[in-house]
Nanobody, 124 residues
Framework: QVQLVESGGGLVQAEGSLRLSCTASGRTFSSYSIGWFRQAPGKEREFVAIITRGAATTYYADSVQGRFTVSRDNAKNTAYLLMNSLKPEDTAVYYC?????????????????WGQGTQVTVSS
């Protein structure tokens, strides 16, 4: 089992940047692919990005492609989501999630473990 804790959320103006962190404890972090999701009020949780176990592959939702970058440091048991050029529509609670399988799935059901989320608010 792995436990995930997100941090780095906050309030930022439009066009600003934030970097979220997802720190894991428990079983070997490097064994898991890490996905990032977000959920805005009244909306379903949606896929944002994923980085595979060896960081060989990353994949992004169209809405964040070119603005967000996902990375990981297995030595620190931490994954990151760097968010640039933020827009008010990026406002949401952001979650990281871990999965042990292959591929780059976007469905929430494909992920085994979840963090508690961190709030990101982008003001216009």
């Amino acid at each position: 089992q792995v436990q995930l804790v997100e941090s780095g959320g906050g309030l930022v103006q439009a066009e600003g940047s934030l970097r979220l962190s997802c720190t894991a404890s428990g079983r070997t972090f490097s064994s898991y692919s890490i996905g990032w999701f977000r959920q805005a009020p009244g909306k379903e949780r949606e896929f944002v990005a994923i980085i595979t176990r060896g960081a060989a592959t990353t994949y992004y939702a169209d809405s964040v492609q070119g603005r967000f970058t996902v990375s990981r440091d297995n030595a620190k048991n931490t994954a990151y989501l760097l968010m640039n050029s933020l827009k008010p529509e990026d406002t949401a609670v952001y979650y990281c999630a871990a999965r042990s399988g292959f591929g780059t799935p976007t469905a929430t059901l494909s992920y085994n473990y979840w963090g508690q989320g961190t709030q990101v608010t982008v003001s216009s």
